[in-house]
């Protein structure tokens, strides 16, 4: 780990206030809602029904994801194969759709008149259900197992393949590759990639309503929706809010209490071949696990992509225009994100106990949109008009709900490189920018362009708080999709959904392979 | 995109500069102002007549649209709201925002009488379950579809103005009985779904049989589409309805402005734009000016609504039952 000895620099300092401004960010919102509020506010049973419902699909939703991309990340990690990138990176998609693509997609594949069924039928057997909580999990696993993946990847990547070409001529077997690679890497990686997913799911709203089958499924977003617009209760959706806080500062301990640093350095993006131990079985599971995955992640996606392609070309122009707005407003939150993020990760690698401060940044994703939205709107309404500052708005929150993404790709990275350059640095009297730009940087740039793709994506294919404020003109991408699906037009709202998800891609893509750029030329 | 900031800067320093032009800020849910609603056509044929610039604000739906009011109390810069329906009347009147029109309103073609001191509706459907003109024995009311295995989707009331709408229009056909409905109508449901969008799109899919919209639905589908086969079932209760309504706030500082938009959303010029655009019917137009197709719609034999103030009294105890009789 880094030495604790050094003081902090500037940047450090400012990653602090930064921290400081996201968690105001959040906090501040969820108060000027509270101060709106007669008091005191107090939940029903429905509401610690919908919060112990919220918990339980969430944690199911996580603890499955993970579990699911441990074989996959392992899979990709130490096999080669043609179009592995672009499988890599197209396995991606789900987290990036806006939720209705997603679930309709995932519903041509496994609803009720679903092609599974479908050949489930064919074959004489049962139709099956997929509403209910089975439903839930169902669709988050698709939205966030990419995202696993791809956190547990990283981890993989990170063993130099120096170690491993040191661990083959050792002879190593499976299970030395277990006990002295495997683990240590699941145990640095699977807490925070859990905590982030099982964060994102606490928050899910469509998803659970859509695949929930009925009000037994009722979520904590849920409720904050009944408290806003069907009881005007706002004291009871900020409480809830706060519940959303505790959880998350609550999950966050537990996942952050249970990391342990491994120390390894920074790898390739090449798998290390051939892998120690490796037989004809270990081979064959590897095969099966990406088949698997890429059946079940991509399939759902070809559904969209041939409902929507033949209304492509025929987008009314302000879809267009709107394309362009989308686009514009992700690469000002990226920045915005990137900004925020790199300070503050570079503050948790000083810490004693770095959980604290990457769990506030976590609040953005962990405490409801409406919530947010909502006190945001009052906050600015009492200085100005918010109607005209609707897009800059919707870029500054995209960029705090992508910041815990960028951090959870930074982190573990900041902390490596600190770990393995910072003594270098150190003894060469490296201090401050050229530190940074020289030894830290560099190990960055990877998860820099992963993260930021993340974010970029992320914003481009949220409907974020713009809905909240919207006004004619404006509409970003998914905003005009969800009016197209609005006013019966089903046809260009699919069209739309594709244009949404190839634009969401290549800005992934482009930031994702910037970021490798150093370890492709080398 | 670069253009729209710059223009939106402009119009504040316009706004700001050209203050003899009054505006006349209109919210409204956000598919009444999108490019495929009745938004753009209202707004060029009003502002060639008040000499004025009409400004629509969007926020979600009809709920959506009170809470922002609620939100903004006194210090809102409404003028009129566009939007809500009956069942949220009360509650808007509650709040004491909203000033008497004063219009006495002629020609009205609604299927009920109309008596609202602060509202005008400006148009109006009937809930309908819609369904594929292939269905086979399509029931003919809510006992026959709870004893059917017809599939259906339909909207949570607490996220939808159209899930609170079944919602009514069981508890008006219904009354103490509606748990019962909702019981028996609990294993046909496949999903209920956050917002009408979600569940129509369910419906299209192939996800269930039939889908909670209004009788109007096909219209689109014929019209748009020139596909007939898109049609609603008659329920022999009859079929709720749904009004909307607009109204002007007290506080307004454009009384004049706001109580001539009101008057221009009853002349042909707005109600014309209402049908293929909203997909409603309008509020005063006759029939023989509607569309053609409109006339192949399922005309419902007893329009039912309940009055604002019954359907705020029953409101919560009909979603206590909803929720008990579909959580078992």
Known sequence: MASRAQPLGAIHWTGAVLAALVALAVLGPLGAVMLRASWPPTLGPADWAAIRFTLLQAALSALVSVTLAIPVARALARRDFAGRRVLVTLMGAPFLLPVIVAVLGLLAVFGRAGWANDLLAALGA???????????????????????????????????????????????????????????????????????????????????????GGPSSTTVELAIYQAFRFDFDLGRAALLGLVQVAICLGAGALAFGAIRGHEVGAGLDRPALPWPGDTRVARALDAAAILAATGFLLLPLAAVLLKGLPALTGLPPVVWEAALRSIILALASTALAVALALPIALLVTRLRRPGLVEGLAFLTIAVSPLVIGTGLFLLIRSVTNPIPLALPVTGMVNALVALPFLLRALVPAAMEAEATQGRLAEALGMRGLARLRHAILPRLRRPLGFGAGL????????????????????????????????????????????????????LFWAFDRGGRLDAVTR | ??????????????????????????????????DWGPGPAVEEAFEATCGCDLQFVGAGDGAALLARLRLEGESTEADIVLGLDTNLTAAARETGLFAPHGITPDGLTLPIAWDDAEFLPFDWGYFAFVHDTALAN??????????????????DPRSSTPGLGLLMWVEAAYGDGAGEIWEGLADNIVTVTPGWSEAYGLFLEGEADM???????????????????????????????????????????????????????????????????????PAALPASALPEGFETLVQPSQALLLSPEDAAARRDEALATWQAALSR
């Open chain 2, 211 to 281: 889908v909670l919209s209004y009788t109007t639905s096909p219209a689109y589908h014929l019209i748009a589409e020139e596909d007939p086969s898109k049609t609603a079932a008659a329920f022999a209760e009859g079929h709720y309805m749904q009004v909307e309504v607009a109204g002007m706030l007290a506080g307004t500082d454009q009384p004049e402005l706001a109580q001539a938009f009101l008057s221009f959303m009853l002349t042909p010029e707005f109600q014309e734009v209402i049908p293929t655009t909203n997909w409603m019917y």
């Open chain 2, 138 to 155: 399509v029931p003919g009311d809510f006992e026959a579809l709870a004893a059917s295995d017809i599939s259906i989707v339909i909207q």
């Open chain 1, 126 to 212: 049962a139709r099956v259900d997929v509403y209910g909580l089975q439903g839930i999990v169902l669709a988050h696993v698709f939205l966030n197992l990419p995202l696993a993946v791809r956190l547990i990847l990283q981890g993989w990547q990170a063993v130099p393949s120096e170690r491993i070409r040191l661990a083959t001529s050792l002879g190593f077997s499976t299970a030395d590759m277990r006990r002295q690679f495997e683990r240590p890497i699941l145990r640095a990686v699977l807490p925070g990639a859990a905590l982030l997913i099982f964060l994102i799911c606490t928050t899910s709203f469509a998803v659970a309503l859509i695949l929930g």
């Open chain 2, 1 to 34: 995109m670069k253009h729209t900031i710059i223009a939106a800067g402009l119009s504040v320093v316009a706004g700001a500069a050209f203050a003899q032009t009054p505006v006349l800020t209109v919210y409204t849910y956000d598919s009444f102002v999108s």
């Open chain 1, 455 to 506: 974010a970029a994506a992320f914003s481009m294919g949220d409907l974020g708080v713009i809905a909240l404020f919207s006004t004619p003109g404006q509409g970003t991408l998914p905003l005009e999709m969800y009016r197209l699906m609005g006013s019966y037009r089903t046809d260009d709202a699919q069209g739309a959904a594709v244009l949404l998800m190839a634009l969401t891609l290549a």
